[in-house]
């Protein structure tokens, strides 16, 4: 158990610190929460995540008990929800969060991150040379768009759903196409087990 | 300390002269040393890298440190020290083989890894160093060589600073019967034959895989410390016990 969660948590950190290394903006932002110590426990999982800054990058230790400067303590589930600061004191009364320490401390970590500034199709060309490189870009545009699309489309489609009330009610025409669709069914049961009785004697 | 009754002690399951020990296991590692960190990689199935991650994580290293790793031969731990040390700490990379030594301040040097890293050639037993002057020591696949284990302990001791801690990442006794039944099988069966093929040198690798067998369990390495005057003194098993850490305090 001592060594499970160890790869996965070596992988990412080298993940990580690679991302880092590509934004030329990273180590001003890194030296700025340099020293810097962040600890989650996940309800789900048997370790603790503890995550160190210092000006070359990050590391994750899984097997970490000195003290942290900030300790979240939440469950998996309540992760996406963290993003947004509105709901951290909603969720602190529903005693789904718990955060010892600094708060903004996760946020900032998490800003490091989120505002990389990569030339993904340079790095990937990099590595595969450009044609494979452009191909794949495009169709990661493409499935982006697509995928932007549809979570567009259903959220517009969820909104009138809920604003409108009235039409989470059937209507007149539609209760009467379910009464017809019913009857036909029923119908159609009875004639099978007629049927299947008659076959039976 | 010296006036024992039995003057012998164990090289792998042989009975040596004490005196003899230091040379035998000098011969063992000079030989071993240019080819060591593939047969370590092929040894373990790469393995050992997590163990020795393990211990950098149980290690509370932070920027400023000074740390000792004993017995540290190529030099695996101490590159990872010395990034997380920064230039404001330091790391001593120490071995009693200067064979080793080399191997590793040549690794180390072709991986970028200089300023912060200070090479001495030392034994465990005697430490060159002053009192109370490390944060961290670490030995790893080192104390069982070592001829007195208890010696090397109290001489970590003395150099360890008040509130640092030790960590021994050592071969041990896997838990389970099937395990250690496996285990036997694959270090005495085909450990030697790897070694005789990729190292072409099987009598070492008969050896470290005697030596495995010849070291303290977790217990009994646990209660070596206390008596050396450790504190908080634990241990962790990794691969179902094949390797464990121990760790202590000085206070
Ligand atoms: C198996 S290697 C371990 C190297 C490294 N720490 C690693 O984990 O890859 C053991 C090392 O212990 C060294 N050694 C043996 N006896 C020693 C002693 N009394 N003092 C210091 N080092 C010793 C050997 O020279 C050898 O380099």
């Known amino acids: 158990m001592t060594l499970l969660p160890l790869l996965p948590t070596v992988l990412f950190e080298k993940l990580a610190n690679t991302l880092l290394k590509k934004d030329a903006q990273s180590p001003e932002r890194l030296r700025r929460l340099a020293g810097k110590r962040i600890r989650l426990k996940l309800k789900e999982l048997p370790f603790t995540t503890t995550v160190s800054v210092d000006d070359a990058g990050i590391y994750i230790s899984t097997a970490d008990s000195d003290d942290v400067d900030c300790c979240i303590s939440t469950e998996l589930g309540v992760l996406p929800e963290l993003q947004d600061t509105a709901n951290l004191t909603r969720l602190i009364k529903a005693d789904q969060l718990d955060i010892d320490g600094d708060p903004m401390l996760a946020q900032q970590l998490v800003g490091l991150f989120k505002s990389l500034d990569v030339d993904w199709e340079g790095e990937l060309a990099n590595t595969l040379g450009d044609a494979p490189a452009h191909w794949l870009m495009t169709l990661w545009r493409k499935s982006r768009s697509h995928v932007e699309k549809r979570l567009e489309e259903s959220k517009r489609w969820f909104k009138g759903v809920v604003t409108d009330e009235k039409q989470l009610l059937p209507t007149r025409e539609e209760f009467n196409e379910f009464k017809d669709n019913m009857q036909q069914l029923r119908a159609k049961v009875e004639r099978l087990q007629r049927q299947f009785g008659e076959r039976k004697s | ?251």
């Open chain 2, 1 to 251: 300390m010296n006036d024992r009754k039995d003057d012998s002690i164990d090289f792998g399951y042989q009975k040596v002269a004490r005196s003899e020990k230091k040379s035998l296991v000098a011969n063992v590692f000079q030989s071993v040393a240019a080819k060591y960190d593939v047969m370590n990689d092929l040894m373990s199935f790469g393995i050992h890298r997590l163990w020795k991650r393990y211990t950098i994580d149980c290690s509370g290293v932070r920027k400023g440190m000074k740390v000792l790793d004993i017995a540290g031969g190529t030099g695996d731990l101490t590159a990872q020290f010395s990034r997380r040390v920064g230039p404001e700490g330091e790391v001593v990379l120490a071995d009693i083989n200067d064979a080793m030594l080399k191997v590793g301040r040549d690794k180390l040097r072709d991986r970028g890894v200089v300023g912060n890293v200070r090479y001495v050639q030392a034994d465990a037993e005697e430490l060159p160093f002053d009192d109370n002057s490390f944060d961290i020591i670490t030995i790893a696949f080192g104390l069982r060589n070592v001829t007195d284990k208890d010696k090397a302990l109290r001489s970590m001791l003395r150099v360890l600073k008040p509130g640092g801690r030790l960590l021994i990442l050592e071969f041990s006794k896997p838990v389970s019967a099937t395990l250690n039944q496996a285990y036997d099988f694959y270090s005495f069966n085909i450990l030697p034959k790897m070694g005789q093929v990729v190292a072409n040198d099987a009598d070492s690798y008969q050896y470290l895989a005697e030596s495995i067998r010849m070291h303290p369990d977790q217990e009994t390495l646990k209660s070596m410390m206390e008596t050396a005057g450790y504190e908080k003194v634990d241990y962790q098993n990794m691969t179902g016990g094949v390797v464990a850490l121990h760790r202590g305090y000085k206070f």
